[in-house]
């Protein structure tokens, strides 16, 4: 059984950083990517960053580039968010996901429970 947990959330100030976890198991990820996700409240899920665990990877979303950025550690079958000059509108959930093949935006069949990161002004 595929499981998904992430962690690493919390209250930070606007400028700081924060690295987020997400700790896969239950099977084999070769052929596997990784997505990370974020939902604001009252706004929908929205892409963040993907990679695969043989190291591809695919653009960030706009509103992160150059802020976050995503990698992983096979040995460990974790995948990390480094969340770096956050702004009170990072302010969200956030997912990891689990889908087959390349890394992408959409078609995720496995999802964690969500950690929270809050930014203050």
């Known amino acids: 059984q595929v499981q998904l947990v992430e962690s690493g959330g919390g209250l930070v100030q606007a400028g700081g950083s924060l690295r987020l976890s997400c700790v896969a198991s239950?099977?084999?990820?070769?052929?596997?990517?990784i997505g990370w996700f974020r939902q604001a409240p009252g706004k929908e899920r929205e892409f963040v960053a993907a990679?695969?665990?043989?190291?591809?990877?695919?653009p960030y979303a706009d509103s992160v580039k150059g802020r976050f950025t995503i990698s992983k550690d096979n040995a460990r079958n974790t995948v990390y968010l480094q969340m770096n000059s956050l702004k009170p509108e990072d302010t969200a959930v956030y997912y990891c996901?689990?889908?087959?093949?390349?890394?992408?935006?959409?078609?995720?069949?496995?999802w964690g429970q969500g950690t929270q990161v809050t930014v203050s002004s």
């Open positions: 239950g099977r084999t990820f070769s052929d596997y990517a």
């Open positions: 990679i695969s665990w043989g190291g591809g990877m695919i």
């Open positions: 996901a689990l889908r087959p093949g390349r890394p992408g935006t959409t078609s995720y069949d496995y």
